[in-house]
């Protein structure tokens, strides 16, 4: 079958979103409406321009908004902001703005890479050129700072937020997490400020290498100050020692524990 060859100056996924590119787009089979400015095109659809390029079954473009959509068996790449992003999925909506920023809605098996940062999901929003994204459904996300198992995560800038959290991993620490919900603010790819909540459980290895696990109701890690904060039936385990308290303090580079509101600890004696 002949594929058939539209190439024309659009704006459909251009990084320089204010300023017109040129586009090509083969299909098996295709329909230009000039009145509305849309084009619809089926089997083997194939967009490309200087920044990239997408396929899929199906496909619709806007000549006059930056505006596209590409379903069944997507794939694609294309620059964002200094790196290559990599996408796959069932679905995805790409919309450009002014400001020469893309927002990708992707559904459907979603799997993104960038660098050696990888994100999957059932529905990711992302925002290119920004660390700003959203993501839904059987979340699994590995970045520079963490990695991630939970229902829901987003990213705006240095915040992120996660709910239903199976296990968060911080690598600098070697400190896994899971709780109702992780909030946390990222530095130079580095978690500064972690607060979890709810059946909170923490693993992770003491000064001299020995694995601790922290529970409680509230958990706040802080870099800056080397602590970990546990409050609401607050507990620490290690070497067969139990500390209970209302609150406690974890200092992570000594191991020293200070332990506020009737605080009591269950070990073991050689007889």
């Given at each position: 079958m002949k594929k058939i060859v539209f190439t024309a100056v659009l704006l459909l996924f251009s990084a320089a979103a204010a300023i017109a590119a040129l586009n090509t787009l083969v299909a098996d089979s295709m329909n230009y409406d000039p009145n509305a400015g849309l084009i619809s095109a089926m089997g083997n659809v194939h967009i490309t321009n200087p920044d990239g390029e997408v396929f899929g079954d199906f496909g619709i473009g806007s000549v006059d908004v930056n505006h596209l959509e590409m379903h069944g068996s997507v794939r694609g790449h294309y620059r964002d902001g200094g790196g290559v992003l990599d996408f796959s999925c069932e679905s995805v909506v790409i919309v450009g703005h002014e400001n020469a920023e893309r927002v990708i809605t992707a559904t459907g098996d979603v799997d993104l890479a960038r660098g050696g940062d990888t994100l999957s999901a059932d529905t990711v929003v992302w925002h290119s050129g920004a660390e700003i994204y959203s993501a839904s459904g059987d979340v699994l996300g590995d970045f520079t700072a963490y990695s991630i198992d939970a229902d829901d995560v987003s990213r705006d800038a240095a915040a992120f937020s996660a709910r239903n959290v199976r296990r968060f991993y911080e690598r600098s620490r070697d400190m896994t997490i899971s709780a109702s919900?992780?909030?946390?603010?990222?530095?130079?790819?580095?978690?500064?400020?972690?607060?979890?909540?709810?059946?909170?459980?923490?693993?992770?290895?003491?000064?001299?290498?020995v694995m601790t696990r922290a529970t409680g109701?509230?958990?706040?890690?802080?870099?800056?100050?080397?602590?970990?904060?546990?409050?609401?039936?607050?507990?620490?385990?290690?070497?067969?020692?139990?500390?209970?308290?209302?609150?406690?303090?974890?200092?992570?580079?000594?191991g020293q524990i200070n332990a506020h509101g009737s605080p009591s600890i269950v070990f073991e004696m050689n007889r």
């Open positions: 919900s992780v909030d946390g603010i990222i530095q130079d790819d580095e978690v500064v400020e972690l607060t979890a909540r709810g059946s909170v459980i923490i693993t992770l290895p003491d000064s001299e290498g109701g509230t958990a706040i890690y802080s870099q800056a100050r080397g602590t970990v904060v546990l409050s609401g039936s607050a507990a620490i385990t290690q070497a067969g020692r139990e500390l209970n308290s209302e609150d406690i303090v974890y200092f992570l580079d000594t």
